[in-house]
């Protein structure tokens, strides 16, 4: 038996198919670092900073947590920092100096390989650059004037923007025990958690459940433009005597990346009891499977009744 739940079919405007990109340096004789994303690149981060639920902002069809046009002048020593609004996967800034000023601009991030660039940009906008990928646990971006001078040092940012990342986690468990109780009890169920960000839709379902015993339902569903941690209940009925398994299957909208939880339920037999004629003796089932009585007839039972098993 399979049963299939459609989460979420959110409005993914301008959230195309992911794609890898690669890193081009350039040197060019006038820093300006234009760097330009249409969408963030999928990972799967070591959970951390984000570990709460939010939002990012949506411009131009393209999901950030950091978006900032207006220009921004740092004198000698001082600095500049970018609260991210959730997990970023990509930096774009431009930068410019005074005339015949010189000493760097050092831009970092708080998580991670910290130093994301350091040097003296042009006396204009303009020039070349390439992106910059983000930790997905950076909670801020920092630019500083880093000059030791003291005249003509001002260095001026502009267009920093942070694209917001996106990524389907690892479940916290990938074997999932649903409880054991006895044939025809209530239900039992566990749990397992996702954390996502940035996913327009997810599909979840279980397969390889033969007697049809498992069903899944979540309490938040993902959606694009935020981040949050789904929790899964898989309910196991008890209506079938012994040790059941099943799956869980969790994909991102894309089928870029299926997870698989291991499920497994058990169901015990009922033990009733009754009556021996001629001794009124109480018996177990099992005990009378096969059983002598006082004149050492063998006695056997046998039935096909599933409470019984």
């Known amino acids: 038996m399979k049963k299939i739940y459609k989460v979420n079919d959110c409005n993914s405007e301008g959230m195309g198919k992911p794609w890898v990109k690669s890193r081009i340096t350039m040197a060019c004789p006038l820093l300006t670092l234009v760097m330009i994303l249409m969408l963030g690149a999928w990972s799967v981060p070591a959970w951390g900073a984000w570990s709460g639920s939010g939002s990012g902002t949506l411009k131009n069809g393209v999901w950030y947590v950091f978006y900032e046009t207006s220009e921004a002048s740092l004198n000698k020593g001082n600095s500049k920092e970018c609260a991210l609004l959730g997990p970023g996967a990509q930096l774009s800034f431009e930068a410019k100096r005074t005339i015949a000023g010189t000493g760097s601009i050092t831009v970092s991030q708080d998580k991670g390989t910290t130093q994301l660039y350091s040097d003296n940009p042009g006396t204009s906008y303009g020039g070349c650059g390439s992106p910059y990928s983000l930790n997905v646990n950076s909670t801020k971006i920092t630019f500083k004037n880093t000059s030791t001078i003291s005249t003509n040092t001002t260095k001026y940012v502009r267009n920093i923007k942070v694209t917001m990342a996106q990524y389907l986690n690892n479940p916290t468990k990938t074997d999932l025990d649903c409880g054991t109780a006895d044939i025809n009890s209530d239900a039992t169920s566990g749990q397992v958690n996702v954390a996502w960000c940035n996913v327009p839709a997810m599909s979840y379902e279980i397969t ?25 209940t898989v309910t196991y009925k008890h209506t079938k005597a012994g040790t ?3 799956k869980l299957k969790i994909t991102d909208s894309y089928n870029s990346y299926s997870k698989t939880v291991n499920l497994t339920g058990t169901t015990n037999k009922m033990q009733p009891e009754g009556t021996w004629s001629p001794n009124d003796e109480t018996f177990n089932v099992d005990d009378v499977l096969t059983a002598t009585n006082s004149n050492g007839l063998t006695v056997t039972l046998s039935g096909n009744n599933t409470y019984v098993g």
């Open 208 to 232: 390889d459940d033969a007697e049809g015993l498992f069903s899944v339902s979540v309490d938040v569903n993902s959606e694009a433009g935020k981040y949050n941690t789904s929790q899964f």
């Open 244 to 246: 059941h398994t099943a």
